[in-house]
C-alpha cells in the first residue's frame, strides 16, 4: 500500500496501470481467435475499468 501512495504522489501510478494493460492485449485477439468470447468481453471489461482509473487518477492530480 505504500509504494501505490508513493507512486501517486510521484504521479507516476496512471502510467504503471497502463502499462500492465498492455499485457491484457495478445490475451484478448488469443481469446478471439479461439473464439473464447466470454473470455475476450471480460479482458474489455476489465480494460474499461482501468482506463476509467487512470482517467480519474489524471483528473484528480
Known amino acids: 500500500m505504500e509504494s501505490i501512495q508513493v507512486l501517486h504522489s510521484q504521479k507516476k501510478l496512471g502510467g504503471?496501470?497502463?502499462?500492465?494493460?498492455?499485457?491484457?492485449?495478445?490475451?484478448?485477439?488469443?481469446?478471439?481467435?479461439?473464439n473464447n468470447m466470454g473470455f475476450a468481453t471480460g479482458?474489455?471489461?476489465?480494460?474499461?475499468?482501468?482506463?476509467?482509473?487512470?482517467?480519474?487518477l489524471k483528473i484528480n492530480t
Open 16 to 34: 504503471l496501470i497502463s502499462l500492465g494493460a498492455i499485457v491484457n492485449l495478445p490475451l484478448f485477439f488469443i481469446a478471439l481467435r479461439r
Open 43 to 56: 479482458l474489455v471489461l476489465g480494460c474499461l475499468v482501468l482506463v476509467l482509473t487512470v482517467a480519474l
